[in-house]
T-cell receptor
Framework: EPEVTQTPSHQVTQMGQEVILRCVPI?????FYWYRQILGQKVEFLVS????????KSEIFDDQFSVERPDGSNFTLKIRSTKLEDSAMYFC?????????????FGPGTRLTVL | GESVGLHLPTLSVQEGDNSIINCAYS??????FIWYKQESGKGPQFIID?????DKRQGQRVTVLLNKTVKHLSLQIAATQPGDSAVYFC???????????FGQGTELSVKP
């Protein structure tokens, strides 16, 4: 069964460094999302992406964040200058066109630890 | 200092019993609702969803009920098994397929 994959599974970085989190959505999906989950808390929406542009973003997704779909398969989240409070699990999700269903399929996540 | 995580509501059931997990959603304009299961260290896994034009939907061993009048969603799991132990999140969306707004989550613990 096709699934969303994410790399790395765990990323440790120093405060102020740039990180890139990578995702490979399910191949025929067209809508892509990033969410994050701080330890012990609920999942929070960051950004949605469709047709090579951001369709919606949350207050969390400030100028330090960016997303890109550099080729036909990868979807990346970049944090330019990480802060301690960016430490969280970051989940990528994808879904097909509306006719294919509305459920978003989540990847296993990348645990980001900022020291 | 360290942030303290939210204390999750916990539901403890005996194997074989039925489980009911409840969720209150926030936006009366929400038109799509979904339940996810999250096991420790893993991403949310889709269980079942329902659109606002329905009040009940059944899957394999699971049923979702939607009460728009009181903005309440529930997940019923029949014959609960130890493998059902996880945190269950409800989520809502108000533009069909847009961002999901997650609830706090309920931890289900199944005793063998």
């Amino acid at each position: 069964e096709p699934e969303v994959t994410q790399t790395p599974s765990h990323q440790v970085t120093q405060m102020g460094q740039e990180v890139i989190l990578r995702c490979v959505p399910i191949s025929n999906h067209l809508y892509f999302y990033w969410y994050r989950q701080i330890l012990g808390q609920k999942v929070e929406f960051l950004v949605s992406f469709y047709n090579n542009e951001i369709s919606e973003k949350s207050e969390i997704f400030d100028d330090q964040f960016s997303v890109e779909r550099p080729d036909g398969s990868n979807f990346t989240l970049k944090i330019r200058s990480t802060k301690l409070e960016d430490s969280a699990m970051y989940f990528c999700a994808s879904r097909p066109l509306l006719a294919g269903g509305l459920e978003q399929f989540f990847g296993p996540g990348t645990r980001l630890t900022v020291l | 200092g360290e942030s303290v995580g939210l204390h999750l509501p916990t539901l403890s059931v005996q194997e074989g019993d039925n489980s009911i997990i409840n969720c209150a959603y926030s936006n009366s304009a929400s038109d799509y609702f979904i339940w996810y299961k999250q096991e420790s260290g893993k991403g949310p896994q889709f269980i079942i969803d329902i659109r606002s034009n329905m009040d009940k939907r059944q899957g394999q061993r699971v049923t979702v009920l939607l009460n728009k009048t009181v903005k309440h969603l529930s997940l019923q799991i029949a014959a609960t098994q130890p493998g059902d132990s996880a945190v269950y999140f409800c989520a809502e969306s108000y533009n069909q397929g847009g961002k999901l707004i997650f609830g706090q989550g309920t931890e289900l613990s199944v005793k063998p």
